[in-house]
Nanobody, 122 residues
Framework: QVQLVESGGGLVQAGGSLRVSCAAS????????MAWFRQAPGKEREFVAA??????TPEYTDSVKGRFIIARDNATVNLQMSNLKPEDTAVYYC?????????????????WGQGTQVTVSS
């Protein structure tokens, strides 16, 4: 079993920056893609960014390109968020896949964290 624990959420003003982190523990899980999804109130969970263990080009949803950067260091994945907008407000979830493919579909991820709240005020 793999456990994912997110940290780093909080409240920030529009235009500000925030970093959320996800630490994986449990069984050795180094050869797998990790991703961030988010879910705003009343909306479905959506893909944000994904990164592989093998070092391929990360994937981003269009709305965060140029503002968010995903990076990983072994079993930890970080999401650096800049120029935040009120529409970025959501619970951010970390996910891990058994396969090393940066899936955009939530169903392709096998493990999930509990989520961390990010709130951007206008």
């Amino acid at each position: 079993q793999v456990q994912l624990v997110e940290s780093g959420g909080g409240l920030v003003q529009a235009g500000g920056s925030l970093r959320v982190s996800c630490a994986a523990s449990g069984r050795t899980y180094s050869s797998a893609a990790m991703a961030w999804f988010r879910q705003a109130p009343g909306k479905e969970r959506e893909f944000v960014a994904a990164i592989t263990w093998s070092g391929g080009t990360p994937e981003y949803t269009d709305s965060v390109k140029g503002r968010f950067i995903i990076a990983r260091d072994n079993a930890t994945v970080n999401l650096q968020m800049s120029n935040l907008k009120p529409e970025d407000t959501a619970v951010y979830y970390c996910a891990a896949s058994r396969s090393d493919i940066p899936w955009r579909e939530s169903g392709m991820y096998d493990y999930w964290g509990q989520g961390t709240q990010v709130t951007v005020s206008s």
